[in-house]
């Protein structure tokens, strides 16, 4: 079994920072795409950010500029820190990984439980 644990999410005003990290453990042999994405009540969960192994990043249009998606293998850890937070970026952050648990297995995709991040304005 494959867990994602997120943490960092709370309550800010409008203009501070948060960072979020997510941590991967259990079976797992390779870990490839690692992302954030985020749903807001009432609408579909969407795109925050992703980094793949080599460190190329993919960013919403909406965080661009504010968001810096990283990661550390070494810890199988993904952070992403949160600049310049605006009140639509109220929602639940999820954590995403594309996680290998053994050679012979193909790649599956794991879910976070999700962390709630809320700005105020």
């Known amino acids: 079994q494959v867990q994602l644990v997120e943490s960092g999410g709370g309550l800010v005003q409008a203009g501070e920072s948060l960072r979020l990290s997510c941590v991967a453990s259990g079976n797992i042999f390779s870990i490839n795409v690692m992302g954030w994405y985020r749903q807001a009540p009432g609408k579909q969960r969407e795109l925050v950010a992703t980094i793949t192994t080599a460190g190329n990043t993919n960013y919403a249009d909406a965080v661009k500029g504010r968001f810096t998606i990283s990661r550390d293998d070494a810890k199988n850890t993904v952070y992403v820190q949160m600049n310049s937070l605006k009140p639509e970026d109220t929602a639940v952050y999820y954590c995403?990984?594309?996680?290998?648990?053994?050679?012979?297995?193909?790649?599956?995709?794991?879910w976070g439980q999700g962390t709630q991040v809320t700005v105020s304005s």
């Open positions: 995403n990984a594309e996680v290998r648990i053994s050679r012979r297995y193909a790649v599956d995709n794991y």
